[in-house]
């Protein structure tokens, strides 16, 4: 699987969107960009998942970048309760595993 | 999303017994389920991938005997940690996933983790 690079942490005031980065520059055709959150003494809580084309659902929107070797995560309202460590995945079609990097820890301040 | 629950959600046992961990997928069957560790302020290690009705594979570096995995049914995987260390304290988590979806579209789902403290 390719290796994914995240800032260790940024901040985000209350009510505004939360822009979290990752960089995949090894990723491969088939392999696709996973976002999962993991709230502090919890188990990790699926966000959302694209190959190329941007995704939205009710928690967030992923932007892929043209050239898939970099992608975003948008939460378009942060609040208090979205304050996690935010980890960006690449995993390949139909394999199973994921391997979790360090992840960035999202402070969202009053 | 599908629902899986680890037993106990903590656990203090002494320092050379075995502690037994549970991950129940409850309203899905899962073909494979995983099993992290993680120490604290780092990320989730995975240890091994758990298969129904065959044996565990360990990630490198991961002791087999140490760290027992039986996934005798499509919703029950277990980890016996085995004469317990405290160096074995730590946050285990597992995840499945589904057995009718496989590929890019089928999301691992996570239970809410064991906190093991060995004394």
């Known amino acids: 699987d390719a290796k994914t690079t995240q800032p260790p942490s940024m901040d985000c005031a209350e009510g505004r969107a939360a822009n979290l980065p990752c960089n995949h520059s090894?990723?491969?055709?088939?392999?696709?960009v996973y976002w999962y959150r993991q709230i502090h003494s919890q188990g990790p809580q699926y966000i959302i998942h694209?190959?190329?084309n941007n995704e939205t659902n009710e928690m967030a929107s992923l932007i892929i970048t043209e050239d898939r070797k970099s992608s975003t995560l948008i939460l378009p309202h942060a609040t208090l309760r979205d304050t996690a460590v935010y980890y960006c995945?690449?995993?390949?079609?139909?394999?199973?595993?994921?391997?979790f990097g360090s992840g960035t820890k999202l402070n969202v301040k009053p | 999303g599908a629902v899986v629950s680890q037993h106990p959600s903590w656990v203090i046992c002494k320092s050379g017994t075995s502690v037994k961990i549970e991950c129940r997928s409850l309203?899905?069957?899962?073909?494979?389920m995983f099993w992290y560790r993680q120490f604290p302020k780092q990320s989730l290690m995975l240890m091994a991938t758990?298969?129904?009705?065959?044996?565990?594979?360990?990630e490198q570096g991961v002791e087999k005997d140490k760290f027992l995995i039986n996934h005798a049914s499509l919703t029950l995987s277990t980890l016996t940690v085995t004469s317990a260390h405290p160096e074995d304290s730590s946050f285990y988590i597992c995840?499945?996933?589904?057995?009718?979806?496989?590929?890019?579209?089928?999301?691992?789902?996570f239970g809410q983790g064991t906190r093991l403290t060995v004394v």
């Open positions: 995840s499945a996933r589904t057995i009718e979806v496989r590929g890019p579209k089928t999301e691992a789902f």
């Open positions: 309203d899905f069957q899962a073909t494979t």
């Open positions: 995945i690449v995993r390949g079609y139909n394999f199973n595993k994921f391997y």
């Open positions: 694209g190959l190329k």
């Open positions: 090894t990723i491969s055709g088939n392999e696709y």
């Open positions: 758990s298969n129904e009705g065959s044996k565990a594979t360990y």
